[in-house]
Structure formats: C-alpha cells, structure tokens
Nanobody, 124 residues
Framework: QVRLVESGGGLVQPGGSLRLSCAAS????????MGWYRQAPGKERELVAT???????NYADSVNGRFTISRDNAKKTAYLQMNNLKPEDTAVYYC??????????????????WGQGTQVTVSA
C-alpha cells in the first residue's frame, strides 16, 4: 500500500504564507509526478501545481508567481510554499502522486494515489 501524509494547513490572514508538505511511503518504484490540487466549497477540484521527478513544474494561472512547488526525492516529499495568500485560495488542498509500482502479477504498472486533504483558510 501507498500512503500520503499531508501537513501544514491552517488559518492565515490575507497576504500571509503557509507551507504544505506531502510525504509518500510504501511500495513505490518511481515517484514520477507529485502535485497539489484544491477544492473549495461548491466547486470542482482543480489543479494547483505539479512537479515531475526531473523537477519540471506546472502551475495554475491563479497561483503562478505566488506559490512554489518543490520536492525532496530522497524523502519522497513534496512541498507547496504559498505566499501572498488571498481569500479565494481558501480550500481543502490535496496531494496526488503518479507512481510506478508492481501490480498483482509482479509486473510494472502506473498508479495514482491521493492524500486525505488539509484545510487552508485565508481570512481576516
């Protein structure tokens, strides 16, 4: 089994900063992509940022320039540094990984896994 543990959410004032962490563990042969998604009340889940095993990043337009995604491959951990937070950033933030693992026949297969989510609230 693969497990994702997220941390770092909380309440912050507009203009403030938070840093989210996502630590992966379990039977992972290659942790190809790590990413953050968010879901606000009444809205669909949306991509925030992703980072590949080689370090290539992708950001939603709404967070580009304010958020930075990074990863520590040795620790199988991704981070999301969120600066200049706005009330519209309020959401549950989910970590997602795309990884290579073994299937039941001990062959190779691509999998994805989601974290349990962490609440980020931006309010005065």
């Amino acid at each position: 089994q693969v497990r994702l543990v997220e941390s770092g959410g909380g309440l912050v004032q507009p203009g403030g900063s938070l840093r989210l962490s996502c630590a992966a563990s379990g039977k992972i042969l290659s942790l190809n992509v790590m990413g953050w998604y968010r879901q606000a009340p009444g809205k669909e889940r949306e991509l925030v940022a992703t980072i590949t095993i080689g370090g290539s990043t992708n950001y939603a337009d709404s967070v580009n320039g304010r958020f930075t995604i990074s990863r520590d491959n040795a620790k199988k951990t991704a981070y999301l540094q969120m600066n200049n937070l706005k009330p519209e950033d309020t959401a549950v933030y989910y970590c997602k990984i795309d990884y290579l693992g073994h299937n039941s026949d001990y062959g190779y297969e691509d999998f994805e896994s989601w974290g349990q989510g962490t609440q980020v609230t931006v309010s005065a």
